[in-house]
């Protein structure tokens, strides 16, 4: 009796820790509440990033040039900045900036018109100096793209 009711003990211990185990594994992470948003899941294919390539209007309280590559990557003037591509998908960019003036790194997230002509974003901080757990909060802003019919008229006159 003594050793079936130890046998019944270990299967309702296994049992649980199984179930524990399943529970675990099909809840995801949240990555809400420390400074990024979650992540969003593509859903296709990768898109042809010289969409980006060019100048575009960063509008957050002032308007500020950025200046892309081919790859999205580029450079910005206020305080040395750079912006880093690391994604575009199904209308969505996503990369990181930094700010070499200011000791200061982030993430953003763009939501492209469909034609790629502008977009709403939000910006977070991932470092601040030393600090790599920053609770200061980002922003959102709006990109304009320059078209290059503005930029060949402006350049003829």
Known sequence: MEISLRQSNWNLVLA????????????????????????????????????????????????????????????????????????????TWQGRWIQRDNDREGGFIVQLSPDYSNGEGRWWYTRIESNLTPTQKGGTFHLTKKSSATNDTASNR
């Open 16 to 91: 649980t820790f199984m179930l524990l185990s399943a529970a675990a594994c099909a809840t995801s992470p949240s990555h809400e509440g420390i400074g990024e948003p979650p992540v969003s899941i593509p859903s296709g294919v990768q898109e042809d990033r010289s969409v980006l390539a060019g100048e575009w209007d960063y509008e957050e309280d002032a308007v500020v040039t950025l200046t892309l590559d081919e790859q999205g990557n580029g450079t910005y003037p206020w305080k040395g900045g750079r912006f880093e591509t690391h994604s575009l998908t199904d209308h």
